[in-house]
């Protein structure tokens, strides 16, 4: 009895404070909406920063590695597919060709030009770069020259801030100005009025996201790892890093080759932790529930989390330490009967 008096308490407290996020911000678009209406399609985005800058492991990928990718994906067949036609088919409720796969890099460093752009080009791959305006022209990074050719040769450009400000660092009016200036720099320099932003290190909530909304951007690209799918908010776009140890190959078959694990009525929808560290975190599963695995970084260390399931497939994940400041994960997985596997991941910011 205590038990059940314990969910109880548990789901109501998750109703109300969904019901809390619905009145405060009513113009986000949640997944509970778009999957009564939107077909089913799924396209697996991939994030590169650095090609070939050794000394920078975490955000590198070396040149032998990206070329295996690049093998890969095309001895494979795999779709490859810009980011403005991702878009497009999520916005028109349209179907992609299985094994989709979409290319984007962030910051725009030197090493994206003289190194990663040869080959691309070359096997006629198209990719989405992001820019910080403020970084552009400097030692280690592209000039707006460099950025101009890859745009006249059909590369999406898009809106990185102009600071690249960790997510702590500045006021919300502070991130209005700062992507807003971001904004017109890129619109002067490059004649783009609409944009896709993404943002910093990943970091965001229901504000910053509010803000995007605002200023006018076309969607926004996260650094979760996830497969984009209709169940999904545009500007909350999911993204697999690579970098030297997600780069090696076994691992990046397994990124490429991930489906969907569909879920709706996540909680919290905020991803700031500001007010309550660990969540109560939950969602619902759409399919089968069975075989469901999730794991966290709580703790400072990655760790199987404790499940409940309850009625009409809804998991909710029994987080017993809170995350570190910084950023915190949890990714879910699940090998479905045909014995593919699935995937969802969260992050989220904790001040």
């Not at 989390?305 to 949890?330: C, H, M, Q, W, Y």
Request: glycine fraction near 6%.
């Amino acid at each position: 009895m205590a038990k059940i008096s314990f969910l109880l308490k548990k789901k109501f407290f998750l109703f109300i404070l969904s019901l809390i996020i619905i009145i405060n911000f009513p113009s986000l678009s949640f997944a509970t909406e778009s999957t009564s209406f939107k077909k089913k399609f799924s396209a697996t985005i991939l994030i590169y920063h650095r090609f070939g800058e050794d000394e920078y492991p975490s955000t590198n990928v070396r040149i032998e590695q990206f070329n295996q990718h690049i093998e890969k994906l095309k001895s494979e067949n795999f779709n490859i597919i810009s980011l403005g036609k991702v878009i497009q088919a999520y916005e028109k409720n349209l179907s992609l060709p299985e094994k989709s796969i979409t290319i984007t890099i962030d910051d725009a460093f030197e090493s994206v030009y003289t190194h990663a752009w040869p080959i691309l080009k070359r096997e006629g791959i198209p990719f989405a770069l992001f820019i910080s305006t403020d970084t552009i022209g400097h030692k280690n990074y592209m000039s707006w020259e460099q950025i101009k050719e890859l745009l006249n040769e059909g590369v999406e450009i898009g809106n990185h801030s102009s600071s690249h400000f960790h997510f702590n660092e500045l006021s919300y009016e502070e991130i209005e100005k700062d992507v807003r200036d971001a904004k017109r720099k890129i619109n002067q320099k490059l004649g783009l009025k609409k944009q896709i932003f993404s943002y910093p290190f990943g970091e965001y909530d229901l504000k910053f996201i509010n803000i995007i909304k605002k200023i006018g951007f076309v969607a926004a690209l996260g650094q979760q790892s996830s497969v984009f799918n209709e169940t999904e908010d545009l500007f909350q776009i999911p993204r697999f890093p690579i970098n030297e140890e997600y780069g090696k190959i076994d691992r990046f078959d397994f990124i490429i080759n991930l489906n969907s694990l569909r879920v709706t009525n996540i909680v919290p929808q905020d991803p700031n932790l500001q007010h309550i560290n660990p969540p109560a975190f939950g969602f619902n599963v759409l399919g089968e529930s069975t075989n469901l695995n999730c794991f966290s970084n709580t703790g400072d260390e990655w760790k199987k989390e404790k499940l409940e399931i309850l009625e009409d497939n809804r998991i909710e994940v029994i987080l017993t330490k809170p995350f570190s400041k910084g950023r915190g994960r949890i990714n879910c997985t699940r090998q479905n009967s045909k014995g593919e596997w699935e995937w969802m991941g969260k992050q989220f910011y904790i001040p």
